[in-house]
């Protein structure tokens, strides 16, 4: 079942609160993240927040959905060139990377809170849409695979905070690594 059908309402405040829970999750993920700590990272007690989400597991499911949205918003605008552009989509996430960071850190700590059922629904439902994006803007199925690969690197580094000791202020691990257009030599 769905984590955010039986959520109550959420208040007309509710993109602040999720933007602070974006901020709380993305540094130390589902686990390591109180719903008090949520609390003071928004800026309201921790009573109030569960009477707003109703769980940690809908608070989390709520703001993975939030920051999905930054990440698809992004990519659809960014997939419009004709033909598929392997590289101008690196250099998108690359730039969705250093203006949505936390975004983007939300979404990869889903993956390591997916053997929670709803987070890991949540997260399989955002995977396949950025796909969809993908195949819909005419990548090849080495193209998305090769772009979901590096995207997932460079997610990782990033949960890793290597952002700061190995990519630098660029956040460039997608050039870094050489994206190859062709595809594989056993598929041409």
Known sequence: MDALRSAPALPARSRELLAGAERAFAHRGYFGTSTAAVAAEIGVSQPYVMQVFGSKERLFVATHRF??????????TELQADPFDLRAAGRAYQR???LER????????????????????????????????LRDAGASRHQITDFLGRGMLTNTLLLLSADLDVIGDGYDVISALAVDQSPPAETR
């Open 67 to 76: 920051s999905g949205e930054k990440i698809v918003d992004c990519l659809h």
């Open 96 to 98: 969705l990377v250093s």
């Open 102 to 133: 936390d975004a983007v850190r939300v979404f990869a700590h889903g993956f390591s809170a997916a053997d929670v059922p709803a987070i890991g629904v949540e997260s399989r439902r955002l995977l396949t849409e950025v796909h969809g994006l």
